[in-house]
């Protein structure tokens, strides 16, 4: 059975930084490519960035890049969204996505 457990969300200040993790399991996590989106509230669910299963190449959206970095260990089967120089506007439930599948997603809180 597919598993995407995303942790590490919390509350930040804007300007800062912080780290969100997924740990996959059920699949061949080093085949396939990943993905981290975001919900905001009210908002749809929108795509942040992605990485190929050998890290050869990453995408970004137009809001998070220059600012967000994704990142792989397949050995750990674990994405990764690094976040810095984080804004108001970055404040959403991120969610990582495998295969079409979806975690629970961790809550990220920018605010002063």
């Known amino acids: 059975q597919v598993q995407l457990v995303e942790s590490g969300g919390g509350l930040v200040q804007p300007g800062g930084s912080l780290s969100v993790s997924c740990v996959a399991s059920?699949?061949?996590?080093?085949?396939?490519?990943m993905s981290w989106y975001r919900q905001a509230p009210g908002k749809e669910r929108e795509w942040v960035a992605s990485?190929?299963?050998?890290?050869?190449?990453?995408n970004y959206s137009d809001s998070v890049k220059g600012r967000f970095t994704i990142s792989r260990v397949n050995a750990k089967k674990t994405v990764y969204l690094q976040m810095n120089s984080l804004k108001p506007e970055d404040t959403a439930v991120y969610y990582c996505?495998?295969?079409?599948?979806w975690g629970q997603g961790t809550q990220v809180t920018v605010s002063s």
């Open positions: 059920g699949f061949a996590f080093a085949s396939y490519a």
């Open positions: 990485i190929t299963a050998t890290s050869s190449r990453r």
């Open positions: 996505n495998g295969l079409g599948w």
